[in-house]
């Protein structure tokens, strides 16, 4: 049978609490009293087997362990889907790059390019900024009691700055990014 689990909160630590990935269950079964009767015998046996099928986690709680992450990518950039042609101007420009962490574990995050696109002209600009490469220590968002608490690190990008102006003036369609990523650099430390 299928159940769907939406809303529901899973345990994985098994029966006693102390372990990991495991799902305690406690089935019974019998054979109907009122029907004919039916020889068990010892090699009978009662089989389950459990899986999940496209869970996506709202909530998890426990340590998920050291790891490092590559990702090179595109988004999609809609501000100026408006603009069919000419250029754009700009005599200053304050903006705020916010990196997030709504995930319970340290990071280290190392930010290698971010590009504005714009794929009618097929010009490109990357950010220059001391960011671009620096290496971020972001701290792990805090749990109050099941609602989270991201932490966030921001950096602000300006023309005295960076190159942001001519980024903005290239009058993107897309935004590409490399970003490197290592959770819980120093292990374990949350307990």
């Given at each position: 049978?299928?159940?769907?689990?939406?809303?529901?909160?899973?345990?994985?630590?098994?029966?006693?609490?102390?372990?990991?990935?495991?799902?305690?269950?406690?089935?019974?079964?019998?054979?109907?009293?009122?029907?004919?009767?039916?020889?068990?015998?010892?090699?009978?046996?009662?089989?389950?087997?459990?899986?999940?099928?496209?869970?996506?986690?709202?909530?998890?709680?426990?340590?998920?362990?050291?790891?490092?992450?590559?990702?090179?990518?595109?988004?999609?950039?809609?501000?100026?889907?408006?603009?069919?042609?000419?250029?754009?101007?700009?005599?200053?420009?304050?903006?705020?790059?916010?990196?997030?962490?709504?995930?319970?574990?340290?990071?280290?995050?190392?930010?290698?390019?971010?590009?504005?696109?714009?794929?009618?002209?097929?010009?490109s600009v990357s950010l220059a900024h001391p960011v671009i490469g620096q290496t971020i220590n972001i701290n792990r968002a805090f749990d109050a009691n099941g609602t989270v608490i991201p932490s966030i690190y921001s950096?602000?990008?300006?023309?005295?700055?960076?190159?942001?102006?001519?980024?903005?003036?290239?009058?993107?369609?897309?935004?590409?990014?490399?970003?490197?990523?290592?959770?819980?650099?120093?292990?374990?430390?949350?307990?």
């Amino acid at each position: 049978d299928t159940f769907n689990l939406n809303g529901y909160d899973i345990d994985l630590r098994g029966i006693n609490g102390n372990s990991y990935n495991t799902l305690y269950s406690k089935v019974t079964a019998y054979v109907d009293s009122f029907g004919s009767p039916t020889v068990i015998n010892q090699y009978d046996s009662v089989a389950l087997k459990n899986s999940f099928i496209d869970i996506i986690p709202q909530y998890a709680i426990g340590y998920f362990g050291q790891g490092l992450y590559s990702s090179s990518d595109t988004s999609d950039f809609t501000m100026f889907n408006r603009i069919v042609d000419g250029t754009l101007r700009l005599d200053s420009v304050n903006i705020k790059l916010n990196v997030i962490n709504e995930v319970g574990v340290d990071a280290r995050i190392n930010i290698g390019s971010l590009t504005s696109i714009n794929t009618q002209t097929g010009n490109s600009v990357s950010l220059a900024h001391p960011v671009i490469g620096q290496t971020i220590n972001i701290n792990r968002a805090f749990d109050a009691n099941g609602t989270v608490i991201p932490s966030i690190y921001s950096v602000a990008l300006s023309r005295y700055n960076s190159n942001i102006i001519p980024m903005i003036e290239n009058l993107p369609d897309k935004v590409g990014y490399s970003i490197d990523a290592e959770i819980n650099p120093l292990g374990n430390v949350s307990g």
